[in-house]
């Protein structure tokens, strides 16, 4: 009997070994590979050290639990001539098992509890970053800092489709990441433009629902730079595994640096408005924002997904001499009621314009319509 | 005294339509209409089985879709919407067409020849229950070649991704979910109706099986809560085609108060598919350990505590959807709370086995693989329970991994048992054991490969219901999908046996396995159509399952 115990325990010891030192995977966080990483916040730390000492706890009544089961099937065999005992009910064992069960939780409560707090205590942010979850992008903006921008995935298509070698951050790379600068209490306060989205980067500890007609708050706060990843948790549709997160940590200084380029930027996207586009200068930038922001939907080559995403390639509005004003107003103000987003507050009038060409222009839809980006600032600015 | 006289009327006027049933069937149609209009408890009951296991088979095949196209990141076999109805359909066709219809197939055979009763107590409702289900998820299969295609937003459907944003085949999805809604309740009020009124004289509801009392509050669970889910697709229905907005913000709607709704159905509904599993075990373990259950009185009342507590936790389904703090901390420590009854049956199991003069026959395999898998399954519940960490692991591989373990190895395993258990009663043959003991091991090993490693891909970062993934997720990944195909397969082997004792093999005696107790083991094997025409003798003081 003793020898049954002692290989048990000494089995049990080396599932142990084996699961902690497991050959560590390429990782696109602070995790092994196999356990929740221990990020790199004071709370992510203390979410960690929490998820190590529930686990623990766990895995000690496992192995207690399944050592006194084990130990029964092995010595109480029939085949061993075991004849069964007539016990039944001992108020006093049954006390205790439910009583020590009931500490060990109200153990594993109080650590829990005081974590929570902290992690619900938005107050005295330092930075507001309002984030919007859209099918299927982010869209971050900096209120009081007059700067917001899509974060759209950046591996490429070929990737996905298995035409290219795949990166080393395949699906968890952004073309315009989120900048925070370190040392600062940010509090994200999100919400979602379509459907139910979750803001989620394992490295900050930070998990939370965007959702449409609410706004939660949430807080972090960085001491090392660095870029952390995460991505979309929340069942959103179609491209819900290509709607990654990334936070790129930088110094202060850096951060206002960044913050000086995203406006300028912005400034040089408006100032685009002022002069004349010629078509090839509308179709390349077209196709750029095209694929980015439509290609989803409406596919690479126009041909959408029916019923849910119409195409655009040869049929309907994008084909019809008439349609261009029913075209841009549905490109600008959205539909209800559908998948179909309102982009004349996100994105820029030369991007819409170009895009409203191209898919004019393209995959032979050929109306050769010229919408210039002045035209959109015009009709925007009517509104 | 006066209860049980009425009782012993309703058992004569119950057996008169009993006898009225038998003259009017040998009259009666043949073939497949037979079984279309039977009202037979074993009939319906074998049809219940046969049901979701078809269902099993179709679900397990959409699983595999999913394992196949997850093996290597990438998309290779399907497209993301594809493998999204894929995710849907997989969820819901176990849920609502495997796991709860077995159960229910279990129930109508055994609960009336364990209380000694002739039939259910309303043999047409059960005739309809049953016959609901076959229309129900043949609409639901039909979505999926419709225009636009099935349902695609996960089974738990959250709107308003599954109301202004979903398929234009919505609308057959919230009907398919009707009908089964439907056949649930009228199930649970048939088998609420025959336990209370048709127990063979004598037998008080202390003496009943524990199967029979795990269902018998499985049952008043689901009547508390199918109308809540009917309720909240109806929202989404009039959402979607009459111009309400219950769930749609733009409208002055609330998309939380979907989730609220949808859980405060979905908790209990989960306890739905475990109650009934712990009341097999409850059965198996004492009759391979030859020895009585260590404490039949508190695993009723433990069963109990978890049926109340399980309308006080729906929410730690939603600890990242901005509840308030004190919400929050209410949530974790209900939930908490549902351990210590839960660990009161693992320990029941456990002191039961201790001591005991146990052997190893296949339903006892089942049994004791469902004790280790479903604790593996309950622990990493209460892991989930604390809502910091929850933060991390919420809609994550790892709460894939979590019910999985106490769907798969719990409640399909228990199921799995309960057929072992019962085949020599139903076909009068015993299972093959050496098939048996393959089936076993391989589901054992296939189930522990695919979802043992969902712990570790789910800790690392990868979001559940996702076609393509990060590269660092991509050995998990490869390990689960060989584990699911193996564990897939294999669950051939069971049709195999299945088929073999229906067809032959060792006879079995009417009480076919040495240690089991309960009236069902005094009827002869095969079980005749009709049993119990008249109520068998009972004394608690000898037959009771928790006499001192």
């Known amino acids: 009997m003793g020898r049954i115990l002692y290989a048990y325990l000494y089995a049990a010891s080396i599932c142990l070994i084996v699961l902690s030192t497991t050959a560590q995977a390429s990782s696109i966080n602070t995790s092994s590979g196999f356990n929740m990483p221990p990020g790199v916040t004071e709370i992510s730390r203390e979410v960690y050290s929490l998820h190590m000492t529930i686990l623990w706890i766990c895995v000690a009544i496992a192995v207690v639990v399944f050592g006194v089961m084990f130990y029964s099937l092995i010595v109480y065999r029939k085949s061993k001539g075991a004849k069964p005992a007539h016990f039944h009910e001992n108020t006093t064992v049954e006390i205790i098992w439910t009583a020590v069960p009931l500490v060990i939780l109200v153990l594993m409560a109080v650590p829990a509890t005081a974590t929570l707090k902290k992690m619900y205590d938005t107050s005295d942010a330092e930075l507001d970053v309002l984030v919007t979850g859209y099918q299927w992008r982010w869209r971050y903006e900096y209120l009081e800092e007059d700067v917001s921008f899509f974060s759209n995935l950046a591996t490429p298509r070929e990737q996905i489709y298995e035409a290219e070698e795949k990166g080393d951050f395949y699906l968890v790379e952004v073309d315009e990441p989120m900048v925070v600068p370190t040392g600062v209490k940010v509090r994200l306060l999100l919400t979602a433009n379509d459907v139910i989205h979750s803001w989620w980067v394992p490295d900050l500890a930070v998990k939370k629902d965007a959702i449409p007609g609410f706004i939660n708050e949430t807080w972090f706060k960085v001491d090392e730079p660095g870029i952390y990843r995460g991505q979309c948790a929340e069942l959103c549709g179609r491209d819900h595994a290509f709607m990654p997160i990334e936070v790129k940590a930088v110094s202060p200084d850096e951060y206002q640096l960044w913050l000086a380029s995203r406006r300028e930027a912005a400034e040089a996207e408006v100032a685009g408005a002022d002069r004349e586009w010629s078509l090839d200068e509308l179709m390349e930038r077209g196709a750029g924002t095209y694929n980015t922001y439509c290609a989803a939907c409406h596919q690479p080559q126009g041909q959408g997904l029916p019923p849910m995403f119409p195409a655009l390639a040869g049929v309907g509005m994008s084909v019809d001499p008439d349609g261009l004003r029913a075209h841009k107003e549905i490109v600008l103000y959205g539909k209800t009621g559908t998948a179909m987003p309102a982009f004349g507050s996100t994105l820029s009038a030369a991007e819409l314009a170009a895009v409203i060409t191209y898919e004019r222009n393209a995959w032979g839809n050929d109306t050769g319509d010229l919408i210039q980006p002045s035209a959109i600032r015009a009709m925007l600015e009517s509104q | ?429 015993y299972a093959s054991e050496t098939l048996g003991k393959w089936h076993f091991w391989l589901s054992v090993i296939g189930v522990n490969l695919t979802f043992f490693p969902m712990h570790f891909s789910g800790l690392a970062g990868m979001p559940r219901r996702i076609p393509d993934y990060a590269l660092q997720f991509a050995d998990f990944n490869m390990i689960s999908s060989i584990g699911g195909f193996l564990f897939g397969f294999s669950q051939l082997i069971f049709v195999w046996v299945v088929i073999k004792a229906v067809r032959g093999g060792r006879k079995a005696p009417a009480k076919a396995w040495e240690g089991a107790e309960g009236l069902e083991w005094t009827v002869p094997s095969p079980a005749p159509l009709h049993t119990f025409d008249t109520p068998p003798a009972y004394d608690p003081q000898t037959d009771s399952p928790s006499r001192h």
């Open chain 2, 1 to 429: 005294m006066a209860s049980e006289t009425s009782q012993a009327t309703l058992h004569s006027s119950v057996s008169d339509v009993a006898a009225g049933g038998a003259a009017h069937a040998s009259h009666g149609p043949t073939g497949l209409l037979r079984w279309l209009v039977t009202t037979n408890h074993k009939e319906i009951g074998s049809l219940y089985l046969i049901f979701s296991l078809v269902m099993l088979f179709i679900g397990g095949s959409m699983a595999l879709v999913i394992r196949a196209e997850l093996f290597q990141p990438g998309m290779q076999y399907v497209q993301p919407e594809f493998f999204n109805q894929m995710t849907t359909m997989h969820g819901l066709i176990m849920v609502f067409g495997a796991i709860m219809p077995a159960f229910v197939g279990l129930a109508n055979w055994m609960i009336p020849m364990q209380i000694g009763a002739p039939d259910m107590a309303l043999p047409r409702l059960n005739n309809f229950s049953f016959w609901l289900l076959p229309v129900a998820f043949g609409i639901l299969l039909s979505t999926l070649f419709m225009e636009g295609g099935g349902p695609n937003f996960g089974w738990t459907f959250y709107a308003p991704l599954s109301t202004t944003f979903a398929p234009p085949s919505t609308s057959f999805f919230i009907m398919s979910i009707h009908l089964a809604g439907i056949s649930s309740i009228l199930g649970a009020i048939n088998i609420i109706a025959t336990i209370l009124n048709l127990r063979t004289p004598g037998m008080r509801l202390m003496d009943m099986s524990l199967f029979v009392w795990t269902w018998l509050i499985t049952a008043f669970l689901l009547i508390a809560v199918m109308p809540v889910l009917a309720g909240v697709v109806t929202m989404m229905l009039m959402d979607i085609n009459f111009g309400t907005s219950f769930f749609d913000a733009a409208g002055g709607g609330d998309p939380v108060l979907f989730q609220h709704l949808f859980w405060f159905f979905g908790h209990p509904e989960v306890y739905i598919m475990i109650l009934p599993a712990f009341g097999i075990v409850s059965l198996i373990v004492p009759t391979f350990a030859r020895k009585r259950l260590f404490g039949y009185a508190s695993m009723v009342y433990a069963t109990a505590s978890i049926a109340l507590l399980s309308f006080v936790v729906w929410a730690h389904h939603m600890f990242t959807v901005g509840l308030p703090l004190t919400a929050e901390l209410f949530f974790m420590y209900s939930t908490m709370l549902i351990a210590v009854p839960t660990g009161v049956k693992v320990f029941n199991w456990i002191a039961t086995l201790f001591r005991g003069s146990i052997t190893f026959e296949v339903p006892m395999l089942f049994a004791l693989g469902f004790i280790v898998m479903f604790t593996i399954g309950g622990l990493s519940g209460v892991m989930l329970a604390i809502v910091p960490a929850d933060f991390q692991y919420h809609d994550t591989y790892f709460v894939v991994a979590h019910f999985h373990y106490v769907l798969v190895p719990g409640a399909l395993f228990a199921i799995m048992a309960a057929v072992y258990f019962w085949l020599p009663k139903w076909t009068g043959h």
